[in-house]
C-alpha cells in the first residue's frame, strides 16, 4: 500500500513539474501530449520487461532447495537387490556368453568394494537388473542406483569393453559408466573420490609403479571434472548431466575379489554390502 501511495505521490510530482515547464517555456500542447505518451511508453516497456524477466528466472534457475535439504541429508543405507543370475535380471538367455558370465561374477562385490573407499556421504545400491544400456542397444552387465547422502543423483553399470567378445586370449575388459544429476551441488573432493575409485578399480595395474598407476586415475577424474565445470560456467542456466566412463581389465578389482573369496569372507552377508569392513582387506 504504501509503495502505491509513494508511486503516485512520485507521479503527481512529475506532472507538476511537466506543467510548469510547459507554461514557462511556452511548450505546445501537442508536444506535452507527445512526451507523456513517451515516457509512459518507456515506464510500460520496462515494466513489462521486469515481469518477464521474473517469469523467465523462475522457469530456467529452477528452485533446487528440496535437493540440497536431500544431497546433506542422512545418508541412504545400500539395499542392495543382487541377480542370482544373469538371466534371472533380465538378460536374453541366447545372448549370454562366457564372457558375460565371468563379468558378472567378477563384479558381483564390485558395489561393496566401492561403498568401502569412496566419501562417507555416497552410496552404491546393486540393482536386480542385468539388462544394461549399450551404444547400439542392450547389453548385458550389472546395474547400480548412485545416493549421495538421502538424494538418489544417478547410475552405474558394467558391461563388456570394446573387443572382449572378440578377443581370443578372453582378456579381462569391463566398460563401467556413470550418470550423474545435481553434481554441481556435491563439493568436489567427494566427486573426486568417485571417479578416482571407478579409475582404480577398473584400470590395468602397474605392480612395479603403483603410483603412476593411482596418478592416472585421479587425472582421469580430475579432467572429468573439469570439463563439467566449464560447461556448468558456459551455460550457467542449464542443468547438465555428468557422463563418466572407464574401461580397463579392472586388476584391483579382480585381485581383492579373489582375496575375498580365497578367505571365505562375502562381503554382501558380512557387511550388507557397505563400509563396515574393518581391516580384512
Given amino acids: 500500500m504504501i509503495k502505491k501511495i509513494g508511486i503516485g505521490v512520485a507521479i503527481a510530482a512529475a506532472w507538476g513539474i511537466a506543467w510548469a515547464a510547459k507554461e514557462a517555456f511556452a511548450i505546445p500542447d501537442y508536444a506535452m501530449w507527445l512526451g507523456i505518451i513517451a515516457v509512459v511508453g518507456v515506464l510500460a516497456s520496462f515494466n ?8 523467465e528466472e523462475r522457469v530456467i534457475r529452477k528452485d533446487y532447495s528440496g535437493i540440497i535439504a536431500q544431497l546433506e541429508g542422512e545418508r541412504h543405507k545400500p539395499q542392495h537387490k543382487q541377480p542370482e543370475s544373469l538371466a534371472a535380471g533380465g538378460a536374453i538367455a541366447s545372448r549370454i556368453r562366457p564372457q558375460h558370465e565371468s563379468l558378472f561374477e567378477d563384479f558381483r562385490w564390485f558395489a561393496a568394494l566401492m561403498n568401502r573407499h569412496i566419501a562417507d556421504e555416497w552410496a552404491i545400491e546393486e540393482l536386480p537388473t542385468t539388462d544394461v544400456q549399450g551404444y547400439e542397444g542392450p547389453e548385458i552387465g ?3 542406483d548412485v545416493w549421495y547422502n538421502a538424494c538418489e543423483v544417478g547410475r552405474m553399470q558394467v558391461a563388456l569393453g570394446a ?3 572378440l578377443s ?3 582378456q579381462r575388459s569391463a566398460r563401467v559408466e556413470l550418470k550423474l544429476n545435481y553434481l554441481r551441488f556435491i563439493p568436489y573432493r567427494d566427486a573426486h573420490s568417485l571417479l578416482y575409485e ?3 578399480l577398473t584400470g590395468s595395474f602397474d605392480r612395479t609403479n603403483g603410483e603412476a598407476f593411482r596418478a592416472t586415475a585421479a587425472s582421469a577424474a580430475t579432467d ?3 570439463g563439467y565445470l566449464w560447461e556448468a560456467v558456459r551455460q550457467p542456466d542449464l542443468d547438465p548431466w555428468f557422463d563418466f566412463m572407464a574401461e ?3 586388476d584391483v578389482l579382480h585381485d581383492q575379489v579373489e582375496h575375498w573369496r580365497k578367505n571365505g569372507i562375502d562381503p554382501m552377508t558380512r557387511w550388507g554390502g557397505d563400509r563396515d569392513g574393518g581391516a580384512d582387506i
Fill in 163 to 165: 573387443g572382449a567378445l
Fill in 48 to 55: 513489462i520487461e521486469s515481469r518477464l524477466s521474473a517469469i
Fill in 198 to 200: 571407478i579409475g582404480l
Fill in 168 to 170: 581370443k586370449e578372453k
Fill in 142 to 144: 550389472r546395474m547400480y
Fill in 248 to 250: 580397463g581389465p579392472y
Fill in 224 to 226: 572429468a571434472l573439469t
